[in-house]
Nanobody, 126 residues
Framework: QVQLVESGGGLVQPGGSLRLSCAAS????????IGWFRQAPGKEREGVSC????????YYADSVKGRFTISRDNAKNTIYLQMNSLKPEDTATYYC???????????????????WGQGTQVTVSS
């Protein structure tokens, strides 16, 4: 059974940084794409960044390119999202998700991911 546990959220001032972690069990990186999504109040869930199963190719939403970096530690079965230069509009609940997806992970919508973590809150405010 696939399980995901996020951590690392919190309150940070604009321009600050946070690193989110997602510990995964029951999934093998070679078969599963894994990524980060976020949902702000009153808005739809959106993809932030992901790593493709087939070749490890990353995807970044335009809104976070150059500021966020996704990475993974195979030995720890953990992925990370390093978030720099945070803006108030980055405020949301951030979720880690995974699924057996064969193609470039940026092609898939959130509803195509079947396994989700519980979410971690990120608030960017002065």
């Amino acid at each position: 059974q696939v399980q995901l546990v996020e951590s690392g959220g919190g309150l940070v001032q604009p321009g600050g940084s946070l690193r989110l972690s997602c510990a995964a069990s029951g999934a093998t990186w070679g078969s599963y794409a894994i990524g980060w999504f976020r949902q702000a109040p009153g808005k739809e869930r959106e993809g932030v960044s992901c790593i493709s199963a087939s070749d490890g190719r990353p995807y970044y939403a335009d809104s976070v390119k150059g500021r966020f970096t996704i990475s993974r530690d195979n030995a720890k079965n953990t992925i990370y999202l390093q978030m720099n230069s945070l803006k108030p509009e980055d405020t949301a609940t951030y979720y880690c998700a995974t699924e057996r997806l064969a193609l470039y992970c940026g092609l898939y919508a959130p509803h195509e991911y079947g396994y989700w973590g519980q979410g971690t809150q990120v608030t960017v405010s002065s």
